[in-house]
C-alpha cells in the first residue's frame, strides 16, 4: 500500500464511525418516543408491541389523517367527519360519504379513543390499527380500495420519504393503519376546568357547575357510567336510545345476545358542548335535551325517573360546559 492510499485509508477509517454515529444519531431521534402531553396522573396508554408511538408516525399519521386520497382523491379525509374544531367529531346526526350518502350512526370524538378497550359504539373493533379499515371500505364512508390508495399515496415522494424514516420501509397498508392509529392516539383530553377544579382551583367551576358535578356524581347517578379520568367506563349500556332496537341493535349486533340489545358504548363527555348532536343517532340536539331524558327517561326505556327539579338540569349542563379542552387536543407540531 503506497503512502497516499493508507492515507486514504486512515481518513475513511477515522471518518467511518462518525458518519455511521451522525445517522444513527438521525434515527433514533427520529424514532424517538412521541412525548405526550399527559394530565397530571394520567398512565401512558398502552400501544402496541409492535407499534411504538414514535415522532416519525404520529407525523405520518397526522398527514394521512388529514389527506383526501384515502378517498381516492373524492373530498373526504378522516377530518371529514372527525374534524378538530369539534373535538374530532362533527355537527350532523349522521356524516355524509363519498356519494353523500349519510351513514347509520353519529360519528364519535375521537378524545381519548387510546383509552378504549374498544372500538366503535357497539365495540366492534379491537384496535385503533384494525379501525383504519372500517371508514376506507364503507361505501357510505369512504369507499375506497385499499390497494388503489396505497398506490396513489405511493406516488408521493415526500410521504414515501416520512414512512421510510418511520417504518423503515414505503407505504403500505400495515404503514397506512398503524400510522393512523398512532396520530390519534395522541389526542388526549383532560385539561378542563373540571380538571383545575379537581386539582385544587376552586373558582374553575361556577357555583351551578359545582351543584352540577355533586349531582353528576350523587343523586343522578351519572358517574355509574360515566366514571375515571375520561368519564366513561368504555362499556355499554341500554339507556333507553335505541326504540325497539330494530333500527340499531347496537352491541347485540356484535355478541348476538338479546340481552345487549339496543346498549351502546358509554361516550367520553369531554368537550360535550362542541360535539352535538348527541347519542349513537345523532337525535338529541342540545345538552338540556340529553340531561332531560336521563331525568324523565321514555317509559319503553324501562329506566327510572331521577325526579331532579328544572334548576337542577340546568346545573348538570352548567358542569357539563366545563369539560372543554381549554387547549387543542392536536399536540403533533
Ligand atoms: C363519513 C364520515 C366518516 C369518515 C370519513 C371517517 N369516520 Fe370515523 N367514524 C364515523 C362514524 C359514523 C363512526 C361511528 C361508527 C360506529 O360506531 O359504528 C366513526 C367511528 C370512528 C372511530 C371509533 C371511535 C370510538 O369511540 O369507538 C374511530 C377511531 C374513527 N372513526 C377513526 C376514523 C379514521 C382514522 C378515519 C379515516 C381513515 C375515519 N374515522 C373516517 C364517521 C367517519
Ligand atoms: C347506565 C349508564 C349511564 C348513566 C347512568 C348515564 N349515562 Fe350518559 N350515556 C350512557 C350511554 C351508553 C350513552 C350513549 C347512548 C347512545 O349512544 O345512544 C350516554 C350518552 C350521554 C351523553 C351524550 C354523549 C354523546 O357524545 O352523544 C351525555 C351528554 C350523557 N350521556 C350525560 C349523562 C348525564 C348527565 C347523566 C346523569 C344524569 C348520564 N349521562 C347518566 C350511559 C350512561
Known sequence: MDHRASFALLIAVAMLPACTKDVQEDLVADNALFALDLPAGW???PVPENNPLTNRSVQLGKALFFDERLSLGRGISCASCHRPGSAFSDSLPF???V?????????PSLANVAYHPLLLRDGGVPTLEQ???VPLLDEKEMDANPQAVIELLQADAQLTAMSVRAYGRPLDQLVLTQAIANYERTLISGHS????????DASALSEAGMRGLQLFNGSAHCSVCHSGPDLSDHDFHNVGTAGDGTADAGRERITFLSEDRGKFKTPTLRNISRTAPYMHHGGIATLEAVVHHFNSPPPEAGMQS???SANEEQDL???LRALDNERPLDQVP
Not at 99 to 107: I, P
Not at 193 to 200: P, S
Open 99 to 107: 356519494h353523500g350518502e349519510a351513514g347509520f350512526r353519529n360519528a
Open 131 to 133: 379501525q383504519v379499515l
Open 193 to 200: 376546568r373540571y380538571d383545575r377544579y379537581l386539582q385544587g
Open 317 to 319: 349542563v352548567a358542569f
Open 95 to 97: 356524516s355524509l360519504g
Open 43 to 45: 398512565p401512558q396508554p
Open 306 to 308: 331521577l325526579g331532579l
